[in-house]
């Protein structure tokens, strides 16, 4: 059991398999199959090596934001809520995942639904959510398993295709499918987009800056510039005491921009990672579509489409961040009972996508609106199902992700008519 679920949360060791039989199935010679099973496992490790150097400095942002600000709430990081559901229900969570890996490919075989959904990371945060709700309303363990197995494999399929045509637009073709459970929330951003389609040639790759910004014209500096002002917020709002238990020996002036720049460092990797493994996964991904599933593509996850508009990234996330902040100031002026604290990692990723995703449609301001949306979305909708997770423990933080809510919103809802 531990063997099935390391793999199958490993997905650079899955998709190294999925590309090992698709070269084998192609005839290629034995060291072209070595060499292509091995370039996918090493590119996407690098591509894993740069995400996580990314969300490490940005946990550390997160850190010396609150404490500067006296923020206290809830942190919307999975992460944190994975952990603590695994301790309570590790048996319910594993065996969630793999009867959804499963149960996608059965989907991905006799419906519509053609997308094999390859992050693994988010199916257990998945199965994680399905998981406690269905334990909350004293589902057993066979039954939680079997409906929560289908339920996960039915939107690794079927969630990708709200995107898709977003998609063809941002990639120019059909052959990969995006896999990062934000999926209604990166359409819902495509869609708004469509309010400035007659601006959609506007986008943000085009943004014209003025001599003195023309650095913003390269994405590396562009980004690193932007981290630095926004670390240097929050180190001196949190003050010296609270930033040197940080930084250790490093003086606590000089963290803030070696953390701004390891994390322009980390997308340098993950993008150099994108595009060693994208490749290869693409073209052996043929050879399993026309044998096993017929029509089917890979869906990957959301950096793998980062190459196609890399400003819009950072518009998305510095739009969608701003989006979480007014909430906060929203949630204390109403007094909420619980506060959501955006955790700028997820805002990084999610609403950098969304800003892809909106830029497709209209350009720059679509980009901005769109994730501006995406990001109050992930503020507010885990309000709806934390009140459920505390009943069972699992407190202090929350899935903050639009799919995970919305999903788990309507199974809390049709289940408690029962209960």
């Known amino acids: 059991m531990h063997f099935t679920v390391s793999l199958l949360s490993n997905p650079a060791i899955l998709l190294a398999i999925v590309s090992l039989i698709g070269l084998i199935a192609q005839h290629k010679k034995t060291t072209d199959v070595l060499k292509g099973t ?28 609150q404490k500067g600000f006296h923020l206290t709430g809830v942190i919307a990081s999975p992460e944190a809520a994975t ?10 969570v594993s065996v969630t995942l793999i009867a959804g890996f499963i149960m996608n490919l059965v989907f991905a075989r006799i419906t519509p639904f053609k997308n094999v959904f390859f992050t693994g990371g988010h199916s257990l945060f998945f199965a994680c959510v399905l998981a406690l709700v269905l334990k909350a309303h004293g589902i ?28 063809r637009k941002i990639t120019g073709g059909d052959f990969q499918a995006i896999a990062h459970f934000n999926m209604i929330g990166y359409a819902l951003s495509g869609f708004i987009g469509n309010v400035f389609k007659s601006h959609k ?26 981290m630095i002002i926004i670390f240097y917020v929050a180190a001196i709002a949190a003050g010296k005491i ?88 929203v949630m204390v002026m109403l007094k909420f009972p619980i506060v959501i604290i955006p ?21 720059w301001r679509g980009a901005i609106l769109g994730s501006f949306i995406v990001g109050l979305l992930l503020a507010f909708l885990p309000l709806l199902l934390y009140p459920t997770f505390s009943s069972l423990g699992i407190t202090g933080s929350t899935f903050p992700n639009v799919d995970y809510n919305i999903v788990g919103s309507l199974l809390n809802w049709f289940l408690g008519i029962f209960h």
């Open 343 to 363: 955790a700028a990692h997820i805002c990084f990723f999610s609403g950098g996508t969304a800003g892809i995703f909106g830029n497709s449609t209209g350009g």
């Open 83 to 92: 952990a603590l559901a695994q301790g309570r229900y590790g048996f319910v």
């Open 140 to 167: 057993g363990n066979t039954m939680a398993i079997i409906v929560g197995g289908t339920i996960l494999g039915f939107v690794s399929a079927a969630l990708p295709q709200l995107c898709q045509p977003f998609m």
């Open 38 to 65: 091995f370039r996918t496992a090493i590119g996407f490790l690098i591509f894993g090596v740069g995400a996580s150097t990314m969300t490490a400095s940005l946990q550390n942002f997160n850190a010396m934001f």
């Open 201 to 226: 040639d506007e986008t943000t790759e085009n943004i014209k800056f003025p001599e003195w910004l023309s650095f913003f014209k390269d994405f590396l500096m562009g980004v690193a510039v932007v």
């Open 242 to 329: 609270a930033v040197t238990k940080l930084s250790g020996t490093t003086d606590w002036l000089v963290f803030p921009m070696i953390q701004a720049l390891t994390f322009t460092a980390g997308i340098s990797i993950l993008m150099t990672g994108v595009r060693m493994f994208l490749a290869e996964i693409t073209a052996a991904f043929v050879a399993i579509s026309e044998k096993f599933i017929p029509g089917s593509r890979p869906a990957l996850d959301v950096p793998t489409i980062f190459p196609f508009a890399p400003t819009a990234v950072l518009v998305g996330f510095l739009s969608s961040y701003t989006a979480g902040l007014l909430a906060i100031v």
